[in-house]
Nanobody
Framework: QVQLVESGGGLVQAGGSLRLSCAAS????????MGWFRQAPGKEREFVAA????????YLADSVKGRFTISRDNAKNTAFLQMNSLKPEDTAVYYC?????????????????WGQGTQVTVSS
């Protein structure tokens, strides 16, 4: 099991940027695919981005392509979500997740470990 702690959320104006971090501890981070999901009030949790254990495979939701990037630093056991050109519709609680396998996937059911989430609020 991987323990995950997100940070970097906050309030930002539309068009601004935030960088979310996900610090991992526990089992081997470097062999785990990582993902970011988000949940807005009254909506289901949705996929945002995923990265394989090596960083060689990346998936991004269509709604964030060209604005968000996902990356990881295996030496620091940390995954990142860089969010640029933020829109009010990006407002949500953002969750970091880890798989027990190294292949990236867009399905939340494939991820075994989850963080507590960090709030991102984008004002218009």
């Amino acid at each position: 099991q991987v323990q995950l702690v997100e940070s970097g959320g906050g309030l930002v104006q539309a068009g601004g940027s935030l960088r979310l971090s996900c610090a991992a501890s526990g089992r081997i981070f470097s062999s785990s695919a990582m993902g970011w999901f988000r949940q807005a009030p009254g909506k289901e949790r949705e996929f945002v981005a995923a990265i394989s254990w090596s960083g060689g495979t990346i998936y991004l939701a269509d709604s964030v392509k060209g604005r968000f990037t996902i990356s990881r630093d295996n030496a620091k056991n940390t995954a990142f979500l860089q969010m640029n050109s933020l829109k009010p519709e990006d407002t949500a609680v953002y969750y970091c997740a880890a798989r027990s396998l190294g292949a990236a996937t867009i399905h939340s059911s494939d991820f075994r470990s989850w963080g507590q989430g960090t709030q991102v609020t984008v004002s218009s």
